[in-house]
């Protein structure tokens, strides 16, 4: 079959697939292909098994999967083959060297840019889809253009917006796409190749347009600004639990103000996945960078919260359990950052685990979709980070495929991913099978507190009035 236009993603990863995937099935006459340097995961790409759990993936994968999406690790000839490459490769904060900590590392879009100037053999447009420093547009370019080939790339910035566990209705019907161009007859004519790709499902009004580095600056204070609101809220949380007022009151009857609106009110026990730390870290340096200390330090305030609302989640679990977790079995409900998805990259739930480690509890961890091997794996980084060690890491963690099994016999549930299930367990089955007093605390509000007294529980949710000790 011949296609009308050829796109190749470099990057297989949560944002390549999902989003190549609905281009392709809303774009039948565009030939897709997704290329990734991991043979793992595009071999999980071409199987029944995908690398990522993400509701509604599967369907729009397998209608499209073999006509005009493919996922490859040829890697040099899809480049050459494309009309439009899009960079969807992962860009983590650094963690050595210059901005250690802060500064984004983006030296898979450079290589990913060298690869292109070295395989193209047509002009193309290369199409940043990872979120980025800004003035990274500039760096891209620079490096295309010493290809001694004489051929043209345009540059063009196109941050994504969607969030995990949601992604395919988020791409099938996005608030808006954002695409950022050079201000050239070149930069616009490649601009309105990229709209008329995104026209063929997204009304044309929700389409902006604008220069690159207003585009790559977009997508780091549109992070900034939802953690933002998060970290607010979570503040109050604390003052709720001292004070008899409860966050979820505060939530509806601030978000009805449409000047502040419902959403990312929902307070927790901290945000997580790969994103809202990193941008903000990512923007925090960009302040810092500018000699803008007063911006950088409102920006790294959001972080701060964060972090103390994750630790003082802990320190008011083992407060309560007679200020020892010692030995204590806890159940732990919920490993990934968030409901339907089975990513853990930063997810709050490894942080409580590590600090209730550091107590010696004996964690029974059950989550829906995370596998123990990925669960290792987001402890060896969470311990890692903070540099401290965990010898009887393998003693302390047992995962669990069964949550009754988790609970048989606890000192204690938190409940640390709002999954939908755990609001409908059976919690007297679970009452009758823990130790006495069993505690329940609630990290996510998702449990019927009242219902739950009556069973017997002692339970303790964020931003719930907790009894004075
Ligand atoms: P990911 O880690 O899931 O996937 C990135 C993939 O890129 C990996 O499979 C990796 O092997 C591959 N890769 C790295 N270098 C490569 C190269 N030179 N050639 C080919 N493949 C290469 O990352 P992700 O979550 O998809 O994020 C990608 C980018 O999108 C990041 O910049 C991220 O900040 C941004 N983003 C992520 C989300 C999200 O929800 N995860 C949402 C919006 C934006
Ligand atoms: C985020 C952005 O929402 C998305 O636009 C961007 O493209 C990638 O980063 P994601 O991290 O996938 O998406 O999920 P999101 O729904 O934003 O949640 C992030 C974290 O905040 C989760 O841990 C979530 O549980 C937490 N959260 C969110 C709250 O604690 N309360 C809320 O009200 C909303």
Redesign the pocket.
């Known amino acids: 079959m011949s296609f009308d236009l050829s796109i190749c993603c470099?990057?297989?990863?949560?944002?390549?697939?999902p989003t190549m995937a609905v281009i392709a099935k809303n774009c039948p006459n565009i030939r897709v292909c997704v290329?990734?340097?991991?043979a793992k995961?595009i071999d999980a790409w071409n199987s029944a098994e995908l690398p990522?759990y993400e509701p509604g993936l599967k369907e729009v994968v397998e209608s499209c999967r073999g006509k005009n999406l493919f996922f490859s690790t040829s890697?040099e000839s899809e480049i050459a083959l494309a009309d439009i490459v899009f960079i969807?490769?992962?860009?983590p904060t650094k963690t050595q060297g210059i901005g250690a900590g802060r500064a984004?590392n983006i030296k898979?879009c450079e290589?990913?840019a060298r690869?292109i100037a070295k395989v193209a053999t047509t002009n193309k447009i290369v199409v940043e889809?990872?979120?980025?420093p800004v003035r990274t547009a500039d760096a891209v370019r620079r490096v295309l253009a010493c290809n001694d080939k004489g051929l043209e790339f345009q540059v063009l910035s196109n941050?994504?917006?969607?969030?995990?566990g949601t992604?395919i209705d988020d791409l099938e019907k996005p608030s808006r796409v954002l695409i950022g161009g050079e201000e050239t007859p070149g930069g616009q004519a490649a601009i309105a190749k990229l709209v008329s790709v995104y026209a063929n499902w997204v009304p044309s009004s929700q389409i902006i347009t604008t220069n690159l580095w207003s585009s790559e600056l977009s997508?780091l204070v549109a992070n900034a600004f939802l953690a933002q609101r998060v970290s607010s809220i979570n503040s109050i949380s604390a003052l709720c639990e001292s004070t008899g007022a409860d966050v979820s009151e505060i939530s509806r009857a601030i978000g009805s103000d449409p000047r502040i609106g419902p959403r990312f009110l929902q307070s927790s026990v901290g945000f997580g996945?790969?994103?809202f730390q990193?941008?903000i870290l990512n923007l925090v340096y960009l302040c810092e960078t500018f000699g803008l200390d007063e911006c950088a330090e409102y920006w790294h305030q959001v972080i701060k919260m964060n972090d103390y609302q994750k630790s003082r989640f802990t320190q008011k679990m083992v407060s309560r359990m007679f200020n020892t977790a010692t030995g204590k079995k806890i159940a732990i409900l919920g490993f990934a950052f968030k409901k339907d998805t089975g990513?853990t990259?930063e997810t709050a739930s490894a942080f409580v685990c590590r600090d209730l480690m550091q107590e010696k509890a004996r964690l029974h961890v059950y989550d829906p979709q995370v596998k123990r091997e990925q669960m290792m794996i987001e402890f060896d980084y969470t311990l890692n980070v903070n540099t401290t060690t965990e010898p009887d890491l393998e003693k302390l963690i047992t995962t669990e495929t069964d949550v009754y099994k988790a609970c048989e016999g606890a000192h204690a549930i938190a409940v640390l991913t709002e999954w939908d299930e755990f609001k409908g367990l059976d919690y007297e089955r679970i009452y009758k099978g823990m130790s006495k007093p069993a505690f329940v605390f609630d990290g996510r509000n998702v449990v019927d507190i009242k219902t739950l007294r009556e069973i017997g529980f002692e339970v303790y949710a964020i931003g719930k009035p907790w009894p004075k000790e």
């Open positions: 470099m990057g297989a990863g949560y944002v390549g697939g290329v990734d340097l991991n995961q990522i890697i969807s490769v992962n860009t984004a898979n290589l990913c690869t889809k990872s979120t980025v941050p994504e917006f969607l969030a995990e992604a997508k996945g790969s994103c990193k941008d990513d990259r």
